[in-house]
């Protein structure tokens, strides 16, 4: 594989993190740039590695993996999604304020943990795909990183400033944007 063709397949690789991020930003109580590079460090590194997972699996099990995996990450982004649905549609809680809010913040971090696994899920394929051909897994692996560190980043501040202008509405989209996503995934492979 060329540059260009590592590249696109790492911006193709970090779009559901970033439309992740993006919902997840307007969730997350003010977001700075430091909290929206540690959680896009954490996607990155995620994404980063499940290429490599999904290589040496190739080497030996392709077929097993690749059967379910949309099915996994269809099932965790369908929870996680319904969860922020949930979440916005609960009246705000009276006297806790922005205590409570950046409660619901740090608590949504291992959410997008747990979320950067599920838009992960389809890297690892693709990493076992790349154990069929003659590609570098390793330079590929920290491509799909980098990309998502840096659209994840950028997803989470402009989902704060999403934020401002739509307020708690934007938590109920990032839901349905998680579900979305989700399908999508499924609808892909299915219509392969």
Known sequence: MNFASTLLLALAMSTDAFAVAVGKGAALHKPRLTEAMRVGLIFGVVEAITPLIGWLLGRAAAPYIESWDHWVA???????GAHMIWRSLQPAESGAGDEACARRGRQSVWALALAGLATSIDAMAVGISLAFIDASI????VMIGLATMVMVTLGIMLGRVLKRLVGRWAELAGGVILI?????IVYEHLSL
């Open 180 to 184: 979305l996503v989700g399908l999508s």
């Open 138 to 141: 390793v330079s590929t692996s």
């Open 74 to 80: 269809f099932g965790l982004l369908l929870m996680l």
